[in-house]
């Protein structure tokens, strides 16, 4: 076939069969000033960059889009804070119906080669009721009251094995799985606190038992989890009374912040045994990033480098996982203490602009918060103090909200009374001086030294080890200044 033949053919559209297009359809009787986003799910909940895209809905809702797809794979359908998950293919189209004010339920799709759909939503209407009860036995766990926290989360993975499993959306049952023993390996700490001859050595043997039973460790178990294998590892770790011997040493009731920063070597040498039960390599090299990316993101690249590169040379087979975590640790680099101050341009609550380099001369701490976050709260106490103790020449504060909706942002300052500079970005987590900061969580703090360099990266808090870091910093920039 000449060339000639094959641009007639393609202008025809005889060829686009070739293509690995896929596409969804549909309508959303109501969007509003809300957006309709399709989200990979990233390689780290965390520190992975979000690859997301908008998809255009007219002023009738509805809505089309296409992508190139080389093999079968699950993305989210985000509206705000909710999302519903679509089996996507290369060669398919699916066409979906959406109610706004039942979403993520009663989604309907066409287009699955079985009623994947009707099972999701048959799922979510079974579970609702657990859904409400969790958080309430959650809360009696705590203090090791009688509770039925297990045997309802046991409940939820056996509906999600019921209706998901074997589906593209088995996802589902695996996460339902991951809960459940997370909240199993979270009982022997609060347990063996409370009650009196409690066998923990024995507990947590059983729930590797479980775990094993249930195919935990396996790759495709561990890549349905929302952060890999970070949140069974951190709760292990915590079974050994770590926090409560670190509480009683320091002699107050620090944040758990505070206690992986002074106990992180301790909590990360018990983090790592749980890679002793990974039922493959897959599975072991999945794991390991995730700890690896952990230990980057909280104790900065010194720290981390032997283990950063320690994964680089076992694990080189897995492009992947070590293009994620030489990106990661490259832009560590960049907010690591030394080098400059991500600029920023953000308005208070009266209009005017704030830079970044307006606060050059001073120390200023910049404080990352929103008013569903507990522990920023808790810290407002201590930083009121601490305002009050420096001068503005000394230490500027300067509050970035994390908060979504402004009008809530604007009552939380108000009413909590911050007296420092409140600046508004809006975005939540997705807020642009936050990413730029390689921002993991809330609380967040990054101390600024008066040339504008990044003086600490989030080893701070206003609770704990504030003042004498920063009556350190003072003399050390008062004796440079009298040289």
């Known amino acids: 076939m000449n060339f000639t033949k094959i641009l007639l053919l393609l202008s025809s559209g005889l060829f686009l069969s070739c293509t690995n297009d896929s596409k969804i359809t549909g309508n959303i009787d109501y969007l509003g000033d809300a957006h309709l986003i399709l989200e990979q799910i990233p390689i780290h909940y965390k520190y992975a960059p979000l690859q997301q895209d908008t998809i255009e809905v007219d002023e009738n809702g509805n809505f089309s889009f296409s992508m190139n797809l080389d093999t079968g794979e699950i993305r989210l359908l985000a509206i705000g804070d909710k999302n519903y998950p679509l089996y996507l293919s290369a060669h398919n189209t699916l066409n979906i ?61 056996k509906l999600a094995e019921e209706y998901l499993n074997g589906t593209p959306l088995d996802d589902y049952y695996f996460k339902a799985i991951g809960e459940h023993l997370v909240f199993s390996v979270r009982a022997i700490e609060y347990y063996q606190r409370f009650l009196e001859n409690y066998d923990a050595d024995s507990a947590r043997t059983a729930v590797f038992e ?80 995730h700890l690896v990316a952990e230990r980057i993101g909280e104790q900065g690249i010194e720290i981390a480098r032997p283990s950063y590169e320690a994964y680089l040379n076992e694990f080189s087979d897995y492009q992947e996982y070590t293009d994620f975590l030489t990106y990661f640790y490259e832009e560590m680099k960049t907010v690591s203490p030394g080098q400059p101050a991500v600029p920023f341009s953000l308005p208070d609550m009266a209009g005017s602009i704030h830079k970044m380099d307006d606060y050059r001369g001073k120390f200023v701490l910049l404080d990352f918060w929103a008013g569903w976050c507990q522990p920023c709260l808790d810290e407002f106490s201590y930083m009121k103090q601490i305002y009050h103790d420096y001068s503005r020449d000394e230490l500027e504060i300067i509050g970035i909200s994390n908060e979504v909706d402004s009008l809530l942002w604007v009552q939380d300052v108000n009413r909590l009374e911050l007296p420092w500079v409140q600046l508004y970005g809006g975005k939540g987590f ?54």
């Open 97 to 157: 119906q959406i109610e706004r004010p039942d979403f993520p339920k009663n989604v309907s799709i066409e287009g699955y080669e079985d009623n994947w759909d009707d099972r999701y939503n048959d799922y979510l209407v079974s579970i609702s009721e657990i859904e409400r009860q969790i958080p309430l036995e959650e809360e009696k766990i705590k203090t090791a009251q009688e509770n039925e926290l297990l045997e309802l989360s046991k409940e939820k993975y």
């Open 210 to 289: 479980e775990a094993d039973s249930l195919n935990f460790f396996t790759i495709e178990s561990l890549r349905a989890q929302r952060a890999g294998i970070r949140d069974f590892s951190h709760y292990y770790a915590r079974t050994f009374e770590i926090y409560d011997s670190v509480k009683v040493a320091y002699e107050m009731d620090l944040s758990e912040y505070d206690i992986k920063q002074v106990a992180y070597e301790e909590l990360n040498e018990k983090r790592v045994q749980v890679l002793d039960h990974m039922k493959s390599r897959d599975a072991l090299a999945h794991a390991s990033m």
């Open 430 to 483: 997705e807020e642009e001086t936050f990413k730029a900061y390689k921002g993991g969580g809330i609380p967040f703090y990054i101390l600024v030294d008066p040339n504008g360099n990044i003086a600490r990266y989030n080893d701070i808090r206003p609770s704990f080890n504030f003042t004498e870091v920063l009556d350190s910093l003072l003399q050390e920039h008062k004796t440079q200044l009298n040289q």
